[in-house]
């Protein structure tokens, strides 16, 4: 069964770094988006991104964060200077497309500790 | 903004036994869906809702879609201790154009054997 693949699982860096988060979303699928949990608390939405650009954004998806297709298969999250309140579980996710687009699939996530 | 009221916040049941848990909002969503998520992974999609009053089933889990399209609930037969995990409601906000699912806090299930 198709399913989205993030990589690294577990990623530490130091406040001011810059950090990028990968994902390969399911094949067939042209909606991709960014979600974030921290610790304990619920999923939150950043940002989705379809055709080649940002659909939609939240108030949390400022300045500091960044969205990248660079190829056929990828789909990239850019911290550009990392807080310690960035420190998260960062989630892709991908949908087929209008009309089951609500149907999101998640990957298991990148844990981002910024120490 | 939208926001979405789960409860209860966490069950601790008997294996065999039924458990309902529901979401509410104060805001009229497009689509339900349920997750389920267990420690350290992403969240499983379980059922969509898409009508309101709809009734889903999937093996033992089935989740009705409300008739105001304000609220859904999810409810597991005969519970194993694999039921185990965290239950989140998601919703699809009906303002036109949004994609992002907002999600609720989770109702956090244990099953004792």
């Known amino acids: 069964e198709p399913e989205v693949t993030q990589t690294p699982s577990h990623q530490v860096t130091q406040m001011g770094q810059e950090v990028i988060l990968r994902c390969v979303p399911i094949?067939?699928?042209?909606?991709f988006y960014w979600y974030r949990q921290i610790l304990g608390q619920k999923v939150e939405f950043l940002v989705s991104f379809y055709n080649n650009e940002i659909s939609e954004k939240s108030e949390i998806f400022d300045d500091q964060f960044s969205v990248e297709r660079p190829d056929g298969s990828n789909f990239t999250l850019k911290i550009r200077s990392t807080k310690l309140e960035d420190s998260a579980m960062y989630f892709c996710a991908s949908s087929e497309g209008y009309g089951t687009s609500y149907e999101q699939y998640f990957g298991p996530g990148t844990r981002l500790t910024v120490t | 903004g939208q926001q979405l009221n789960q409860s209860p916040q966490s069950m601790f049941i008997q294996e065999g036994e039924d458990v309902s848990m529901n979401c509410t909002s104060s805001?009229?969503?497009?689509?339900w869906l349920w997750y389920k998520q267990e420690p350290g992974e992403g969240p499983v999609l379980l059922i969509a809702l898409y009508k309101a009053g709809e009734l889903t089933s999937n093996g033992r889990l089935t989740a009705q879609f409300g008739i105001t399209r304000k609220d859904s609930f999810l409810n597991i037969s005969a519970s194993i201790p694999s039921d185990v995990g965290i239950y989140f409601c998601?919703?699809?906000?009906?303002?036109?154009?949004?994609?992002?699912?907002?999600f609720g806090k989770g109702t956090k299930l244990t099953v004792n054997p």
């Open positions: 998601a919703g699809h906000p009906s303002q036109g154009g949004s994609e992002k699912l907002v």
């Open positions: 094949s067939n699928h042209l909606y």
């Open positions: 805001s009229i969503f497009n689509t």
